[in-house]
């Protein structure tokens, strides 16, 4: 079985920082694309950020310029350096990653169970 943790979130001010973390473990063969997701009260999920096994990335352009993300692919690790926080990037963070387990051939793409990102003053 695989699972997705997420964690770093939190409270911060306008104009703040935070850094989102996601570790894969269980059975993992390999790990394709890791993605980042946020679903903000009353409104759909919506995607965020995007990070291939080679480290092409893509962004949202509601984030692009401020949020940053890396990968650890020895740690299975997603990371989402997100800056200059805005009100309206309000949400849970959700991580998402195509996985191979040791007993597939297919990848399944597997969701973490989110982090509260909240900004206010």
């Known amino acids: 079985q695989v699972q997705l943790v997420e964690s770093g979130g939190g409270l911060v001010q306008p104009g703040g920082s935070l850094r989102l973390s996601c570790v894969a473990s269980?059975?993992?063969?390999?790990?394709?694309?890791m993605r980042w997701y946020r679903q903000a009260p009353g409104k759909q999920r919506e995607w965020v950020a995007a990070i291939t096994s080679g480290g092409n990335t893509n962004y949202a352009d509601s984030v692009k310029g401020r949020f940053t993300i890396s990968r650890d692919n020895a740690k299975n690790t997603v990371w989402l350096q997100v800056n200059s926080l805005k009100p309206e990037d309000t949400a849970v963070y959700y991580c998402?990653?195509?996985?191979?387990?040791?007993?597939?051939?297919?990848?399944?793409?597997?969701w973490g169970q989110g982090t509260q990102v909240t900004v206010s003053s």
């Open positions: 269980g059975s993992i063969f390999s790990i394709n694309a």
């Open positions: 998402n990653a195509d996985i191979r387990t040791r007993a597939s051939i297919y990848a399944i793409s597997y």
